[in-house]
Every structure is written in structure tokens, then in C-alpha cells.
């Protein structure tokens, strides 16, 4: 088992995104909790159990990711997964930690295993590897821990839906085709404006 397994197999779990929708009021009591790449950042006082950050966050690549990564400077996460791709892994840890991330433990999630996952979850091969042809992060970490044999999965801020809960101007949401799949598969249901 993965270190990221091991945290959330038989343990109540609660999934963090970060659409506009974000609020701690759902997560159950004693729920690991599992946030992606920045959405904790409305949230100061939370340190989650287990923070997933993409290679495209962890290296600035577009102006969601720069404020995404800007947004993470003086936080820390209990044990952080990595997911890696156009880096290797240590440059990704390099980075985070240059821009002001802490972590008591890491692993790496390589693209080709986040790909599995994704195409585990949607019962199919994927139709690309990146970009709006996989999952987002936070589906993915979801994805990830139905498959590890969490007890129960409790989300907040997953949308289909544009923009995000730490920045204060209109975003384009990405991914959300595929996201939607993987949620109707695993028979949840988005209750949206």
C-alpha cells in the first residue's frame, strides 16, 4: 500500500476542492481530510492530512497555478502527494518548498499512475494524459480514495462549474467532462446553483 492508502483505507474521508462552493461545515468529525492544490487556502487554520499538488501547480504553469502556488506560502499539510509529469519529483518538492510549502511526509503520484486511477474510475481508457483530458486533481484524489477502501467520502467544493474559491475574478473550470463521468460513476450527485 501507498502511504496515501494507508491514511485513508477504512478511515472516513473528506475531499476539499476548490470551487467557489468550499466550506468545512460538511466534514464529519475524525474524516481525514484530503485538499488539492490550493483549495485550503480559504481556510487558514486547516492543515490537512493529505494535500495533492499537480506538476502543473507546483511549477506556475498558468495564472491559476501562480496564484494557486502563491496562495500555498506558509502552509503545511500532514503528508503531501506530489503528482509528477513534466518534472521529476524532487524538482516538484523544490519547488513547493521554494514557495513556502511544508509537509511532514511525501510521495509521488506519477502521471501514468494518476492516469490509472482516472481510467479505473471511469471504466475506460483515457483519451489523453493532461489538461481537460483527465480528471482535476480534487476527482482524482476522491477517485483515489474510493478506490484505497475509504469508509465513507464526504466532498466540498467539487464543481462542474467555472472559477475558484481563493481567486477573486471569473476562471475557466477545467476538466469538468471527465469529472462529471467519474462522479456519475461513483453515483454522486452535485447539488449546484
Excluded: C
Excluded at 11 to 31: E, N, Q, Y
Excluded at 124 to 132: T, V
Aim: charged residues 15%; proline residues 5%.
Amino acid at each position: 500500500m501507498t502511504p496515501f492508502q494507508t491514511l485513508v483505507s477504512g478511515k472516513d474521508v473528506f475531499v476539499l476542492g476548490s470551487a467557489p462552493s468550499a466550506s468545512l461545515d460538511a466534514r464529519p468529525p475524525g474524516a481525514r481530510v484530503i485538499a488539492s492544490n490550493g483549495s485550503l487556502i480559504p481556510f487558514p487554520n486547516l492543515v490537512p492530512d493529505i494535500l495533492v499538488v499537480n506538476n502543473f501547480t507546483a511549477r506556475g504553469g498558468s495564472q491559476v497555478a501562480r496564484l494557486s502556488l502563491r496562495g500555498l506560502a506558509g502552509r503545511s499539510a500532514r503528508h503531501l502527494v506530489a503528482v509528477t509529469g513534466l518534472q521529476p519529483f524532487d524538482t516538484v518538492l523544490a519547488s513547493l518548498a521554494s514557495a513556502g510549502l511544508a509537509w511532514d511526509s511525501a510521495e509521488e503520484l506519477t502521471i501514468e499512475a494518476r492516469n490509472s486511477i482516472v481510467e479505473i474510475a471511469l471504466g475506460r481508457p483515457l483519451q489523453g494524459a493532461i489538461g481537460d483530458n483527465t480528471a482535476s486533481t480534487g476527482v482524482t484524489a476522491l477517485a483515489w480514495a474510493h478506490q484505497s477502501g475509504a469508509a465513507s467520502l464526504t466532498l466540498s467544493g467539487i464543481s462542474l462549474k467555472g472559477n475558484h474559491s481563493y481567486i477573486d475574478r471569473p476562471t475557466v473550470r477545467k476538466h469538468a467532462d471527465i469529472d462529471a463521468e467519474i462522479l456519475a460513476r461513483l453515483g454522486i450527485v452535485l447539488s449546484e446553483d
